[in-house]
């Protein structure tokens, strides 16, 4: 099983990046995925989740409504939508997935890492 995460960089605040996630050997709709980051010197922290068919989602309260989670089975990717970026974003970003339909906030429950991307939030 591999996850891609893709799509990170340095922006300014106020700005927009989209990340991504290829997932490879494993049944992608049978997977709930989740975004996880983790800044220097922090714990690991729930961001975004999205349950197998994409009809439920959960965000952690600090990037609601500045964050989408969304996935594509078809293409087995699912996507981070960000925008509102601040300078408390920057991390690593993870994609995770859980073999499960439904997804957990929780970074235990998730079986499969990918190997996280870089966002940098600064002017």
């Known amino acids: 099983v591999q996850l891609q995460a893709s799509g990170g960089g340095l922006v300014q605040p106020g700005g927009s990046l989209r990340l991504s996630c290829a997932a490879s050997?494993?049944?992608?709709?049978?997977?709930?995925i989740g975004w996880f980051r983790q800044a220097p010197g922090k714990e690991r922290e729930f961001v975004a989740a999205?349950?197998?068919?994409?009809?439920?989602?959960k965000y952690a309260g600090s990037v609601k409504d500045r964050f989408t989670i969304s996935r594509d089975n078809a293409k087995n990717t699912a996507c981070l939508q960000m925008g509102s970026l601040n300078p408390e974003d920057t991390a690593v970003y993870y994609c995770?997935?859980?073999?499960?339909?439904?997804?957990?906030?929780?970074?235990?429950?998730?079986?499969?890492w990918g190997q996280g991307t870089q966002v940098t939030v600064s002017s």
């Open positions: 995770a997935a859980r073999r499960a339909l439904g997804f957990s906030d929780n970074f235990s429950a998730y079986n499969y």
């Open positions: 050997g494993l049944t992608f709709s049978n997977n709930a």
């Open positions: 999205i349950n197998w068919s994409g009809s439920s989602t």
